[in-house]
Each structure stands twice: as structure tokens, then as C-alpha cells.
């Protein structure tokens, strides 16, 4: 009961304000609401999902600076996104920088690299995810130390020893 007056628990049914405080009556149901705690098996509203004891907003969730999502996640543009090395894949993107490969956020160009791995076709060089030497560039600076692009394709720079793959010097 809250100020004397009885309202239905999480999990009961309910009519709009018939929940106690922090619930609120999503489809006929009592349910915590986003932020409000979610400990002893209490479940949450639509969209959300219980996070350390405390109701957030889901994997590919709508968010804001007030809404927190998930661990694991980050709100960007609005969206709750995998972090790098996060699972991803249907309504989940991966946070800026990232590609969701095989289910998982990797790096693509200029993405911080090392402990999260490039994606396909890309290299980590000097902690950061770069056009693997052979693969196609826009500039000089998409590829790796010691190459350069030439004709839309990373290769070895004049002088470098062209024995990576095959890779082609300039």
C-alpha cells in the first residue's frame, strides 16, 4: 500500500494508476518501470531489460543521456549500440567506427584496434583497424605503414620489400 491506498504489485494485473510507485501498467500488467529497480524477479516494461538489478533500456532500444542502456552498450544517436567486441546483429548496430561481423562489433577503418580485432579486410596497424595491404583505398592515409595507395589498392611503398601476400610495390 502507498499513502494508504493498495495498488497492484509487479506481474498483476492493472488498469492505468493501479501500480505502486516505480511500476507502471504496460498491456494490462504491472511492471518496473526504466530506472526503477527490477531485484527479487521483478520484470520490467516493453523494451527494456533488467541490468544489474535496475530496468534499462534494451539492445537496439530507443535511449537518451537520461535512459541508461545495457552493459555492453552505448547510447549513440539515440540508439542503444554494441560496444566494440559486443554482440550485434539484427536490431543491434555496433557503436561508430565498427562493423558487425559474424555477430560481433569489429573494427573497421581507423578503429581503435589490439584488443578488439579488425574486420575482414582490414588490419590493426599502429592500434588503429587499416585497408589490409591488396585491399581497395580512397587515400594514402586508409592504408598501413609502409604502403600506399596506388590505383584505388593498398600496396608497398617505393623501396618497401614486397613480400607480404604477394602485395605489389609501387
Do not use: M
Not at 22 to 33: K, L
Not at 43 to 72: E, H, I, L, M, R
Not at 82 to 89: E, I, K, S, V
Request: glycine share 22%; aromatic share 2%; with cysteine.
Amino acid at each position: 500500500c502507498t499513502s494508504n491506498v493498495c495498488k497492484a504489485g509487479n506481474g498483476t494485473s492493472c488498469a492505468a494508476g493501479d501500480c505502486t510507485t516505480g511500476q507502471v501498467c504496460d498491456a494490462g500488467t504491472c511492471h518496473s518501470a526504466l530506472g526503477s529497480s527490477c531485484a527479487n524477479g521483478a520484470v520490467c516494461t516493453s523494451g527494456t531489460t533488467c541490468d544489474a538489478d535496475v530496468c534499462k533500456v534494451s539492445p537496439g532500444g530507443t535511449c537518451d543521456v537520461n535512459t541508461p542502456c545495457t552493459s555492453g552498450h552505448t547510447c549513440e544517436s539515440g540508439e542503444c549500440k554494441a560496444n566494440p567486441g559486443g554482440t550485434c546483429g539484427g536490431v543491434v548496430d555496433c557503436t561508430s567506427g565498427f562493423l558487425c561481423e559474424g555477430g560481433s562489433c569489429r573494427g573497421g577503418q581507423d578503429a581503435a584496434c589490439g584488443a578488439v580485432s579488425c574486420a575482414s579486410g582490414f588490419s590493426c596497424d599502429g592500434g588503429q583497424c587499416k585497408v589490409a595491404p591488396g585491399g581497395t583505398c580512397d587515400g594514402a592515409a586508409d592504408c598501413g605503414d609502409g604502403y600506399t595507395c596506388d590505383g584505388g589498392h593498398c600496396l608497398v611503398e617505393a623501396g618497401g620489400t614486397c613480400t607480404v601476400g604477394g602485395v605489389a610495390c609501387v
